[in-house]
């Protein structure tokens, strides 16, 4: 800390040793200067009105957290009724204490004048060891990938059922039954064709997924 700033004595945050308002709750610091020699008399905010007990806690929660300041979060935090919590908010952004907002949803949340809260991501990015396991699971061992292929080889589907992927093997395996009785009459052989096709490179797929998750274990 510099020697020309000091802490706030209601919020905490750093402000100019010569400043009579702070700038991040808006306290009245001649006021709360007087408070002190009184020590009946309770700390006092901006507009010189007292500052309660609410006031110094919602301002402790308010800088520490990064979630959305709204009545239900407030209350939660506090352990106070919600609707003791709005009105003491509400008072509060008359006083211009806080800043009352709307979003594009209609969902009323309150900031506070020149803090910017930092708000994890809402679908942070996977780590190296999280991908590592979702590749373990998802990529079927290396004994299962050669027994896919092989099935897929033989019977279009079997193969990729036996490999997990469900869908497409349901899908392969109907493209053969049915277009083999038919490719007596050549509309078969097409069908016939192309799900044996299409096994085979799912069945390539699977053996190189499975590489992939061996070589990174």
């Keep these: 800390m510099a020697d020309d700033t000091k802490p706030c004595p209601l919020c905490g945050e750093e402000i100019k040793q010569v400043a009579v308002r702070c700038k991040h709750c808006q306290a009245d610091l001649t006021k709360a200067a007087e408070a002190d020699f009184n020590r009946g008399a309770s700390p006092v905010g901006a507009a010189g009105k007292p500052l309660d007990d609410f006031e110094v806690r919602f301002l402790e929660f308010a800088y520490k ?6 009545v239900p979060a407030v209350a939660h ?3 106070m009724p919600t609707a003791e919590v709005s009105d003491k908010l509400e008072d509060m952004a008359a006083r211009d204490v806080i800043l009352r907002d709307v979003d594009d949803d209609g969902n009323l949340f309150f900031t506070i004048p020149g803090h910017v ?3 994890a991501p809402a679908n942070p990015p996977l780590t190296a060891v999280q991908r590592g396991q979702l590749a373990h699971v998802s990529a079927p061992a290396d ?3 050669i ?3 092989v099935l897929n080889v033989f019977i279009p589907g079997s193969g990729s059922l ?7 093997g349901v899908v392969q395996l109907l493209l053969w039954v049915i277009g083999f009785p038919l490719s007596f ?3 078969g052989l097409p069908m016939v064709l192309g799900a044996w ?4 490179v799912t069945g390539i797929q699977i053996l190189e997924e499975s590489r992939r998750r061996q070589s990174s274990t």
């Design 147 to 149: 027994a896919a292929m």
């Design 65 to 70: 957290t990064s979630v959305t300041l709204n």
């Design 143 to 145: 004994g299962t990938a």
């Design 185 to 187: 009459v050549i509309i």
């Design 77 to 79: 935090a506090l352990r």
């Design 197 to 200: 096709i299409w096994s085979l």
């Design 117 to 119: 809260a930092q708000r």
């Design 162 to 168: 036996v490999a997990g992927r469900v869908a497409v």
